[in-house]
Each structure stands twice: as structure tokens, then as C-alpha cells.
């Protein structure tokens, strides 16, 4: 299939892929307002409120963003329906950024790395789709897993967002198996350089992890290093 091919739009395919993903979009909208909410209240009883707002951050990027990233290759027939739902989560999450209603339980005033998130994965399923869409899966949940997985470790033991190597170690204790599973030698090494990408907090995560990962993946591709991925629908 050719790059055009697979980016061509289909009438009938987009109405299909839209109906697939409205389970998906409840599901999502469960998270955020349902699990991430209780969760938030749970940790912050415990720990106070920056880390419940933290830990709610995490269970939103696992639980949502991270579950349909590993659905992707199952639900969808072409990438323009999932980066489209991308967009339009990028949207609701920023727009309280713009009228000051924040979703306390998991925002924070001071930056919109949920918006930079949501960006990521709508741009990582398109750029990836004409080669094998798992190119963006594993990206996606290193940005979810391995990244939320690390930041409740170091909310619990630091108290505060800070980029510790605890949290580093939880990373690559998620991811290695996942990508040595995937991609192989490959796929473990683009978790420890993601871990290590994540640590240095140079660039917002949600930003620097997906992009790292998914540049490696694609260069690994060019070049014919990279094992089949699995067969995807």
C-alpha cells in the first residue's frame, strides 16, 4: 500500500471507524470524569493535593490515552477517525486553560502538558499508519505507561513532580519487556533511550517521548532493522 493509499479518505470507512470509536470515547470520558476523579480524591487524602492531581494526570494517561492506543491496531481502518478524536480531545482539555474552568481534579494553570498529549497521539497514529500503525503503538505507550508508571512512583516517594531515578528505573522495568516483545533489540533499546529522554525533562514529555520513540522506529524501519511488527486488521 502506498503512502496516498493509505492516507485516501473513504466515505464509508470513516462513518464505520466512528462508530467503532464511540465505545472508546465513553470509555475515555469514564477516565476523566469517573476514575481519574476518584483517584485524584484517593491520593490526595494520602498524599495531598499536588500529588492527587498528578496521580489523576497518570491514571488518565494509562487508563485512557494508553488502553485505546493498545486498541488501535484492532478498532481502526484508517488513521484520520483516531487522529481527528486526537484533535478534538487537544481542544476540550486546552479550552478550560482558556476560560479558567479548569477540571481540578487533574489540570494544572501552570502548564498544558494533557493538551501536548492528546496532540502527540493524534500526530503519532497519522505519521505512522502508512508503514504499521504498532510504529505509533509502542510510541504511545511508553508516552502513557511507561510515563504515568514513573510519575506516580515519584509521586509517592518524592511528594512532587520532580524528574527522579526511581521513577526512570519504573520505566524501563514497563517498557523494555513491551518493546523486546514488539520490536526486539530495537524496541528495548528505544524504551531506555525514552527513559532516559523523559529524565531530562528538557522538552515537555508529552512532546519528547513519542517523538524520540516514534524517530527511532521509523529510522529502524527505513534502514531494515526493525522486525515485522505484528499483522494489524
Given at each position: 500500500m502506498?503512502?496516498?493509499?493509505a492516507y485516501a479518505v473513504e466515505p464509508g470507512l470513516l462513518i464505520s471507524d466512528l462508530l467503532r470509536s464511540l465505545p472508546l470515547a465513553a470509555w475515555v470520558?469514564?477516565?476523566v470524569y469517573g476514575l481519574a476523579r476518584w483517584s485524584y480524591e484517593w491520593a490526595k487524602a494520602r498524599w495531598g493535593?499536588?500529588?492527587g492531581v498528578y496521580f489523576a494526570r497518570k491514571v488518565?494517561?494509562?487508563?485512557?490515552?494508553?488502553?485505546?492506543?493498545l486498541l488501535l491496531p484492532f478498532v481502526f481502518r484508517e488513521p484520520w477517525i483516531p487522529f481527528l478524536?486526537?484533535?478534538a480531545l487537544a481542544a476540550?482539555?486546552?479550552m478550560p486553560h482558556r476560560t479558567g474552568k479548569l477540571m481540578e481534579w487533574f489540570q494544572d494553570p501552570s502548564n498544558i502538558s494533557e493538551v501536548y498529549y492528546c496532540l502527540s497521539w493524534g500526530l503519532a497514529v497519522l505519521v505512522a499508519w502508512p508503514l504499521n500503525v504498532w510504529l505509533a503503538v509502542f510510541p504511545l505507550f511508553l508516552m502513557s505507561f511507561g510515563d504515568g508508571v514513573t510519575g506516580i512512583i515519584r509521586g509517592i516517594r518524592q511528594r512532587r513532580r520532580v524528574k527522579s531515578w526511581d521513577g526512570t528505573i519504573g520505566f524501563m522495568a514497563v517498557s523494555i519487556p513491551v518493546g523486546a516483545a514488539i520490536f526486539g533489540v530495537v524496541g528495548a533499546l528505544t524504551a531506555i533511550i525514552a527513559a532516559l529522554v523523559e529524565k531530562q525533562g528538557l522538552i515537555d514529555d508529552n512532546i519528547s517521548v513519542p517523538l524520540v520513540s516514534l524517530a527511532i522506529l521509523l529510522a529502524a524501519h527505513a534502514a531494515g532493522i526493525l522486525p515485522a511488527a505484528p499483522v494489524t486488521v
Open positions: 502506498s503512502v496516498l493509499d470520558l469514564f477516565v493535593e499536588s500529588v488518565i494517561h494509562m487508563a485512557a490515552g494508553g488502553v485505546v492506543a478524536l486526537g484533535l476540550y482539555v486546552y
